[in-house]
């Protein structure tokens, strides 16, 4: 989970990516949203939510979300819905070689500060569809 302090600017930020990504809206109430599958819920669900102490949200240094694709052109994908919905930029999309052979991610901060990464762990250059 992480926080936010506008749940529906997270909503529309969200959304787009979540559904790129195949995963379903699970819950919704004026605090919190949640994805994952409705039909198995023992799989991870990502949310984002309200703070329950009332205050505002704050961003932990070194604190990271990976979101995991299949082939980097939906990595570039999903960084793309990001930047069109208000994230910002903290890596373009692009092999990591010195985190692995076939390492393609990309990094964002969405529009609370919260970063997350898109990766593909088996990328081969003949895969990046641009």
């Given at each position: 989970?992480?926080?936010?302090?506008?749940?529906?600017?997270a909503e529309?930020f969200?959304?787009p990516?979540?559904i790129?990504?195949?995963?379903?809206?699970?819950y919704?109430d004026?605090?919190?949203?949640?994805?994952?599958?409705?039909?198995?819920?023992?799989l991870p669900?990502f949310?984002?939510?309200?703070?329950?102490?009332?205050?505002?949200?704050?961003?932990g240094?070194?604190n990271?979300?990976?979101?995991?694709?299949?082939k980097p052109?939906?990595?570039?994908?999903?960084?793309?819905?990001?930047m069109?919905?208000?994230?910002?930029?903290e890596?373009?999309?692009?092999?990591?070689p010195?985190?692995?052979?076939?390492f393609?991610?990309a990094?964002?901060?969405?529009p609370?500060g919260?970063?997350?990464?898109f990766?593909?762990?088996?990328?081969?250059?003949?895969?990046?569809?641009?």
């Open positions: 989970m992480v926080g936010t302090n506008d749940l529906r600017r529309a969200y959304d990516i979540m790129r990504l195949g995963l379903e809206r699970c919704c004026e605090v919190m949203l949640s994805w994952g599958s409705k039909a198995d819920d023992t669900r949310m984002v939510g309200l703070p329950f102490d009332g205050k505002a949200a704050s961003v240094n070194g990271m979300t990976a979101f995991r694709g299949e052109s939906l990595i570039d994908k999903l960084y793309a819905l990001a069109q919905n208000g994230g910002r930029s890596g373009e999309p692009g092999l990591r010195q985190y692995g052979p076939g393609y991610a990094y964002i901060r969405d609370d919260n970063k997350l990464a990766v593909c762990y088996d990328a081969k250059i003949d895969d990046q569809e641009k």
